[in-house]
């Protein structure tokens, strides 16, 4: 079945340090991939998505692409910030699956100044 | 303000004694789901539906309920708790689940005792 796999984390970067966030994903079909953001305390909020091969979502300096042919969604970011401090959730919705959505298990990242 | 709403937001209870978590949305959205999160397991989805009278199975549905016999809500029904069910759920929306972001809930956290 579909699944979505994450980095571990938990994650600590200084501030201005390059961020990555791997994921990969096992889909029958042709997926839609998400990154969502968590903050302390919150429901999930959609950071970024993309919905074809080839695709760059990029949201707040943030961004994506979806590799068809890695079978990856990997994120990034130049250069974090401490308000960046999150756990962050790969995910992919599969319509051959009947609209199910599966979240990876998240990555905790910590931007210290 | 377009929202996701859950009530309550906090729930201890004891095993055995019925429950229901409430989720109204005021988006006109088709798309409704529940997730429970864990630690280490990240978002798991339970049930979902795709309109007014249709709800199926996400993966983990086994000792919940959901009805949708309207657009607006779609309540969580745990008709004989167990301490296996303390968790963190989210109710989450969107308007066509692949295309579209998911709109979340603020969360409830349950603790069965």
């Known amino acids: 079945g579909d699944s979505v796999t994450q980095m571990e984390g938990p994650v600590t970067l200084s501030e201005e340090a390059f961020l990555t966030i791997n994921c990969t994903y096992t889909?029958?079909?042709?997926?839609?991939l998400f990154w969502y953001v968590q903050y302390p305390g919150e429901g999930l909020q959609l950071l970024l998505k993309?919905?074809?091969?080839?695709d760059k979502g990029s949201n707040k300096g943030f961004e994506a692409t979806y590799r068809k042919e890695t079978t990856s969604f990997h994120l990034e970011k130049g250069s974090v910030q401490v308000s960046d401090s999150a756990v962050y959730f790969c995910a992919l919705s599969d319509a051959n699956t009947g609209n199910q959505f599966y979240f990876g298990t998240g990555t905790s990242l910590t931007v210290i100044p | 303000e377009a929202q996701v709403t859950q009530n309550p937001r906090y729930l201890i209870t004891v095993t055995g004694k019925k429950l229901t978590v409430t989720c109204s949305q005021n988006?006109?959205?088709?798309?409704m789901s529940w997730y429970r999160q864990d630690p280490g397991l990240g978002l798991r989805q339970i049930y979902y539906?795709?309109?007014?009278?249709?709800?199926d199975k996400g993966d983990v549905p086994e000792g919940y309920k959901v009805s949708r016999k309207e657009k607006r809500n779609f309540p969580l029904i745990l008709e004989s708790p167990s301490p296996n069910q303390t968790s963190l759920y989210f109710c989450?929306?969107?308007?066509?689940?692949?295309?579209?972001?998911?709109?979340f809930g603020p969360g409830t956290r349950l603790t069965v005792t």
């Open positions: 989450a929306s969107s308007l066509l689940v692949t295309l579209n972001e998911q709109y």
């Open positions: 993309a919905t074809k091969a080839d």
């Open positions: 988006m006109n959205h088709e798309y």
């Open positions: 889909a029958t079909g042709y997926p839609s």
């Open positions: 539906s795709m309109n007014v009278e249709v709800t």
